[in-house]
Nanobody, 116 residues
Framework: QVQLVESGGGLVQPGGSLRLSCSAS????????MNWYRQAPGKERELVAR????????NYADSVKGRFAASRDNAKKTVYLQMNSLKPEDTAVYYC?????????WGKGTLVTVSS
């Protein structure tokens, strides 16, 4: 059974940093791309970052380029999202995601609030 568990969210001031983690189990982690999505209140869920199987390739939404960085540790079956220079508009629930055999799998999310 695929399980994804996010952690690391919280309240941070504008300009601050957070690192999110997503611990995976129930599948061969190194075989799959991993994604970070976010959903702000009243908005649709959007793709924030994608990282390839061995972390060689990453892609980011334009809104976070240069501020966020995805990485992964296949030995620990964990994917990370380092978020720097946070802005109030980054406030959202952040979700870990992977797509396996035609099905999306999601964690329950972790809330990031950027506010002074």
């Amino acid at each position: 059974q695929v399980q994804l568990v996010e952690s690391g969210g919280g309240l941070v001031q504008p300009g601050g940093s957070l690192r999110l983690s997503c611990s995976a189990s129930g599948f061969t982690f190194s075989t799959y791309f991993m994604n970070w999505y976010r959903q702000a209140p009243g908005k649709e869920r959007e793709l924030v970052a994608r990282i390839s199987r061995f972390g060689v390739t990453t892609n980011y939404a334009d809104s976070v380029k240069g501020r966020f960085a995805a990485s992964r540790d296949n030995a620990k079956k964990t994917v990370y999202l380092q978020m720097n220079s946070l802005k109030p508009e980054d406030t959202a629930v952040y979700y870990c995601n992977t797509y396996i055999s035609g099905m999306d799998h999601w964690g329950k999310g972790t809330l990031v609030t950027v506010s002074s």
